[in-house]
């Protein structure tokens, strides 16, 4: 089945260290994207790509880097920049921008 | 700035009706609406792109009026099922790549 693998489900990490979520689709998409989510709050656009070797920041990019060397893995570094790192962050995908999106389960990170 | 969705909670029986708003302070291009259960990642409901189409599928659909910047997601005779928080997306003619999304709207359906 096509879909979007993230992993780790669930990620504990100290305060300092920089720490790399893995975002992988097989659906053959072009576009990819980073979210992150706080308790009770909406989605907010962190990095995204539309092409390999290609990316944007979005509106909270500080602290966070992305690569884009292959269509189908979109991985995001969460720094030790990143004054707080503590959040859900979803990874998503479409194959063109006036698509739906798709979204992975999500990793929840929590730095302690 | 993202849009902004109202009501921001809103409870029903089951077989109600309900309307939730997105309004954006920016031209648009398209709007999308998303459904997420606690827990889980947002799940894609439909798209509406400029042309005030209105579309929908079984018994929710939405509105998109590009003059006000607004657009409404209706969920007619609601379901158990319909639970979750609601958010709208928005994307502008400026930059067709980046998608937006709103406060969110919470919507509990009791029996």
């Known amino acids: 089945d096509g879909g979007i693998t993230q992993s780790p489900k669930y990620l504990f990490r100290k305060e300092g260290q920089n720490v790399t979520l893995s975002c992988e689709q097989n659906?053959?998409?072009?576009?990819m994207y980073w979210y992150r989510q706080d308790p009770g709050q909406g989605l907010r656009l962190i990095y995204y790509?539309?092409?390999?070797?290609?990316?944007q920041k979005g509106d909270i990019a500080e602290g966070y880097s992305v690569s884009r060397e292959k269509k189908e893995s979109f991985p995001l570094t969460v720094t030790s920049a990143q004054k707080n790192p503590t959040a859900f962050y979803l990874c998503?995908?479409?194959?063109?921008?006036?698509?739906?999106?798709?979204f992975g389960s999500g990793t929840r990170l929590t730095v302690v | 700035q993202q849009p902004v969705q109202s009501p921001q909670a809103v409870i029903l029986r089951e077989g109600e009706d309900a309307v939730i708003n997105c309004s954006s302070s920016?031209?648009?291009?398209?709007v999308h609406w998303y459904r997420q259960k606690h827990g889980e990642a947002p799940v894609f409901l439909m798209i509406?792109?400029?042309?005030?189409e209105q579309k929908g599928h079984d018994k929710i659909s939405a509105s998109f009026n590009e003059k006000k910047q607004q657009s409404s997601l209706y969920l007619t005779a609601s379901q158990l099922s319909y639970s979750g928080t609601y958010f709208c997306?928005?994307?502008?003619?400026?930059?067709?790549?980046?998608?937006?999304f709103g406060t969110g709207t919470r919507l509990q359906v009791f029996p």
């Open positions: 659906l053959n998409h072009d576009a």
């Open positions: 790509s539309q092409i390999v070797n290609d990316f």
């Open positions: 509406l792109l400029k042309g005030g």
């Open positions: 998503a995908s479409s194959p063109r921008h006036d698509y739906g999106y798709t």
């Open positions: 920016k031209a648009l291009y398209s």
């Open positions: 997306g928005t994307v502008t003619p400026y930059n067709t790549d980046k998608l937006i």
